[in-house]
């Protein structure tokens, strides 16, 4: 067997993987959102208002949580901090959620519920108002009303049983005139102490202050609290900063995954940006606390919708899960096709138990798109087309596929086995077939992101880590002339699960030959009727090559090729030139080999003798000369083929497949 491939894997097959903390924290997150997006319906005999669980400001306690899940993973595991020590899900099944921690703020849902017209309620709320540069409260109208902490209390029952949709009767009652008690005003000036101040926040270039009587419209007070309580709801300052600086906002587009630094976020196609991020609330609110008097900056988020940013932000992708690195030439045709096809791959989320087809995903390699020439393998020979050598990103993205645990639904080995690929683990890739095509079998996310320079290619993978893979080596058996080559890969998900899976390549004895030995194209000669060339050098000449003048140009013409004149082209059959000892008797031969049955001890005596005392004659020379100059099908070799193991070769798909024309 010819010497194995360099190839450089970023990730090292069959490491464990941890679910990483930031897995983890990613997971909460994505049970956070579902939480707040569960629906709330409230009736009473006066109506019905529709709300979500985030309306009434109950909210899953991400430091909580995490801290919960991974001390009961050690508590199991008895091994420290080992988050893999219990499965995904422990947390995302576990029926009375015993992992979450809750947090509820009533005064919130009590002022919700206090405006809520649609049931019924007439009584207007206290609110906090400004009365000569100073903080008051407005005692608002009493009313009919409903039970804001008994509708609280029912929803969180409804959430320990894992409601998707929470439904509640509530009745209506008749509210007391609020009283202002001395406890109130000490509140009230409390909250003048905290919050009674203008404040100005800059974004870009730009600057705004928000003034006492607007900070004013962000308070809530709780007069039934004991003793009563004013916060600041900081989720109405993002929406509002945003539309004050939407002129200095980038046009919202479509959002997309990005790596940055290694860190997979979302971003805006285009790379905008605009005003602000989620923590802008709380950066007012800190800002006003600590007094600050200049400009607080703003952060950026990306310029898209916040239902398109959540959600790309639910699918777990937060880490590398696999990667993989094949080299080649620098400043090839072929490489300019690889980094393109790596360009157009590059971004592209792959959502759970969704498919990929690369075919599919990039279309056909055009010049318009930008393809130039590169080598194709086709019927076994090496060949120059538009969108050549492409297959090397096919073969770079599978083995980070397969160690990133994709299931693998089509795929085509190369036909000739390439150095620089992994042995029996060289996917190749033309329009409209072979494809390559997989699944993402996880409940997260992939992102696609592939980087390149002058001499390799990279493609990564990120998600989150719940499988660990291992590839064993590969093992190999003849078939006829060509040697078929099995890998196998095992897959322990992290819900216990095991399955392994084979991948199969069958490799071509040589350039241009079957796994029957018979050739895959026509030999190349010189024309019998055109006259023999005056030396073997003369046929085996390209045009131009070596002679500028083109005088030594002899045409070469497929054996069987068919003339203008309509005969056929029958090339003179070979003649047995090998000599004892030159190759290893154990091998089998060519059908076509012009040694097979030759007596070889025989045929070297005949020589000697016919040769004379020197034992070289002009025969000879001549003979020495045609063995040499070419291969047995008549082409040069290509560069693209350069290292490959001339011992092997062909391919198959997840089932043993036919081999395509091209590859």
């Keep these: 067997m010819s010497e194995r491939p360099e190839v450089v894997a970023t990730t090292e097959a069959g490491t464990a993987t941890e679910v990483s903390p930031d897995a983890l924290r990613l997971r909460i997150a994505m049970l956070a959102a579902e939480l707040a997006a569960t629906p709330v319906v409230v009736r009473t005999d006066g109506g019905e208002v529709q709300l979500t669980v985030a309306d009434l400001s109950i909210t899953l306690e991400s430091d909580a949580t995490y801290d919960a899940v991974r001390q009961r993973r050690s508590t199991v595991s008895g091994s420290g901090d080992n988050s893999a020590a219990v499965p995904w ?319 693998i639904d089509e795929y085509q080995t190369h036909s000739l086995y390439l150095s620089r690929y992994p042995y029996g683990l060289d996917p190749t890739i033309s329009y409209p077939k072979p494809d390559l095509r997989f699944t993402n079998p996880t409940p997260y996310g992939v992102l696609i992101w592939p980087t390149y320079n002058d001499t390799s290619i990279t493609v990564e993978i990120y998600s989150t880590r719940n499988v660990v893979v291992t590839i064993g080596e590969p093992e190999e058996e003849m078939r006829e002339f060509c040697r078929r080559v099995r890998t196998d890969r095992i897959r322990v998900f992290s819900d216990g699960a095991t399955e392994t899976d084979t991948f199969h390549a069958r490799y071509r004895p040589e350039e241009g030959r079957n796994c029957d030995g018979t050739r895959s194209v026509p030999r190349m000669c010189a024309d019998p009727l055109l006259g023999a060339p005056e030396s073997a050098d003369d046929a085996r000449a390209a045009p131009g090559d070596g002679d500028p003048a083109g005088e030594s140009e002899v045409e070469m013409v497929p054996d069987g090729s068919e003339r203008d004149d309509g005969t056929i082209v029958e090339c003179p059959p070979l003649e047995c030139v090998e000599k004892p000892g030159e190759r290893d008797s154990d091998l089998e031969r060519y059908p076509d080999d012009p040694c097979l049955d030759v007596d070889l001890e025989a045929l070297a005596q005949e020589r000697e003798s016919s040769e004379g005392p020197s034992g070289v004659g002009d025969d000879a020379e001549s003979t020495k000369g045609e063995d040499e100059g070419e291969n047995d099908d008549g082409t040069e070799s290509d560069d693209s083929t350069a290292g490959a193991d001339k011992s092997s070769g062909g391919h198959t798909g997840v089932d043993e497949t036919t081999e395509p024309e091209r590859s």
Aim: proline share 5%.
């Design 89 to 407: 899900s422990a947390l995302s099944i576990d029926p009375q959620f015993s992992d979450r921690r809750y947090r509820v703020e009533r005064t919130v849902a009590r002022a919700v519920l206090a405006n809520a017209a649609e049931i019924g309620v007439t009584a207007i709320p206290p609110s906090i108002v400004v009365v000569d540069d100073s903080l008051a409260v407005d005692l608002g109208q009493p009313g009919q009303v409903v039970d804001a902490d008994a509708i609280v209390d029912q929803v969180l029952e409804g959430i320990a049983r894992g409601y998707a949709r929470i439904e509640i009767e509530a009745q209506l009652q008749q509210s007391l005139p609020l009283e202002y008690t001395p406890e109130m005003q000490q509140v009230v000036d409390e909250a003048h102490q905290r919050y009674g101040r203008s404040l100005v926040v800059a974004y870009q270039d730009e600057t705004y202050e928000l003034t006492l009587e607007k900070i004013a419209g962000w308070l809530v007070l709780d007069p039934h609290s004991t003793p009563p309580e004013i916060t600041l709801d900081t989720d109405g300052i993002g929406p509002y900063l945003e539309e004050v600086f939407a002129a200095q906002s980038a046009p919202f587009t479509t959002a997309a995954m990005t790596v940055q630094g290694g860190v997979p976020t979302v971003a805006a196609s285009d790379g905008g940006v605009a005003c602000c991020a989620d923590e802008a609330g709380e950066l007012v609110a800190e800002a006003l606390v600590a007094g600050i008097e200049v400009p607080i900056a703003l952060p950026s988020r990306p310029a898209v919708s916040r239902e398109e940013q959540a959600y790309l932000e639910s699918l777990g992708i937060v880490e590398l899960v696999g990667a993989f690195t094949t080299k080649h030439a620098c400043c090839q045709g072929r490489v300019t096709n690889i980094q393109l096809f790596a360009e157009l791959m590059r971004g592209v989320v792959v959502e759970p138990g969704e498919s990929l087809s690369l075919n599919g995903h990039v279309g056909r390699r055009t010049e318009e798109k930008g393809f130039v020439e590169g080598g194709f393998i086709e019927k076994g020979v090496v060949i120059d087309d538009i969108g050549g050598g492409v297959s090397q990103f096919a073969t770079t993205i599978f083995n980070a596929l397969i160690h990133a645990g994709m299931d």
